[in-house]
């Protein structure tokens, strides 16, 4: 069939807002990107810029961010991680107070999905992501972020089987 948006418009625009952890000790044998405090090569531990990005987004960042969306009349998708969604209650209660939608966003920014996952971990680490957004919002995420965007070649059909419908 054909893809049609509502009211035959000629463009669709998502605006996707990410909450996401980042842990002071990520777990051995995960994976993180170096680049992800904005440099090309991983940062010595600690990495204060990194950490202090995403605090401000969780203290104060949000709340400008979707004051201004919603001033403009954009409903924003929320990407949220596995531990944001476990440990900040109130970031959900305030995104679902604005009536965001919510997407699966992974367990952390400090755990990639990659190929070096055996498929049963992978699926496992889909499972987990999608649980804890469905404990702290009621409702089932249909859409899916991965953190950095990683992914395996086997990723598209685990979240497909595990009920995402759009990445």
Not at 29 to 41: D, F, V
Not at 75 to 99: F, G, K, S, W
Not at 142 to 165: D, F, K
């Amino acid at each position: 069939g054909v893809l049609r948006w509502p009211d035959d418009a000629r463009v669709a625009l998502c605006v996707i807002v990410n909450l996401e952890h980042l842990e002071w000790q990520p777990p051995e044998g995960s994976y993180q990107p170096g680049y992800l405090s904005g440099s090309i090569t991983q940062v010595p531990f600690p990495d204060i810029m990194r950490f202090s990005h995403r605090e401000y987004g969780h203290r104060v960042g949000i709340f400008r961010v979707l004051d201004v969306l919603e001033k403009h009349g954009i409903n924003a998708t929320i990407a949220m991680d596995q531990l944001t969604a476990e440990n900040y209650p109130y970031l959900v209660e305030h995104c679902l107070n604005r009536h965001c939608e919510f997407i699966a966003h992974g367990v952390a920014a400090t755990r990639m999905i990659t190929s070096r996952m055996s498929e049963n971990e992978e699926r496992s680490y889909i499972q987990s992501s999608i649980a804890a957004l469905r404990e702290a919002t009621g409702v089932d995420p249909v859409g899916w972020l991965g953190p950095e965007y990683g992914e395996s070649e086997r990723t598209p059909e685990l979240l497909a089987g595990a009920g995402i419908r759009y990445v």
